[in-house]
């Protein structure tokens, strides 16, 4: 059974910096490109950063470019958003997906956990 666990979640003031973590079970990790997607309140799960199997490839949405870090330890079986700079509208919650192939939307994607709070406050 594939679990992703995030943990990290929170409140922030604008400005802020947070830091996500994803931890990945019943699957082969090292095979899995890792993303975070994220969702905020009436709008619909949007593709935030993902990184490739082996942590060679990244891609960001421009709305977190340069502000945001993904990285991943194959070892430790984690994923990690490192989050600065944070705006208020970064507030929604964030998920950890994995799939076989680095995605940038939600749809088709293959394994979700279940989100963490993010909130940035003005």
């Known amino acids: 059974q594939v679990q992703l666990v995030e943990s990290g979640g929170g409140l922030v003031q604008a400005g802020g910096s947070l830091r996500l973590s994803c931890a990945a079970s019943?699957?082969?990790?090292?095979?899995?490109?890792m993303h975070w997607f994220r969702q905020a309140p009436g709008k619909e799960r949007e593709f935030a950063a993902a990184?490739?199997?082996?942590?060679?490839?990244?891609r960001y949405a421009d709305s977190v470019k340069g502000r945001f870090t993904i990285s991943r330890d194959n070892a430790k079986n984690t994923v990690t958003l490192q989050m600065k700079s944070l705006k208020p509208e970064d507030t929604a919650v964030y998920y950890c997906?994995?799939?076989?192939?680095?995605?940038?939307?939600?749809?088709?994607?293959?394994?979700w956990g279940q989100g963490t709070q993010v909130t940035v406050s003005s």
């Open positions: 019943g699957l082969t990790f090292r095979s899995y490109a």
């Open positions: 997906a994995a799939d076989s192939v680095l995605r940038t939307v939600a749809s088709g994607t293959e394994y």
């Open positions: 990184i490739s199997w082996s942590g060679g490839r990244t």
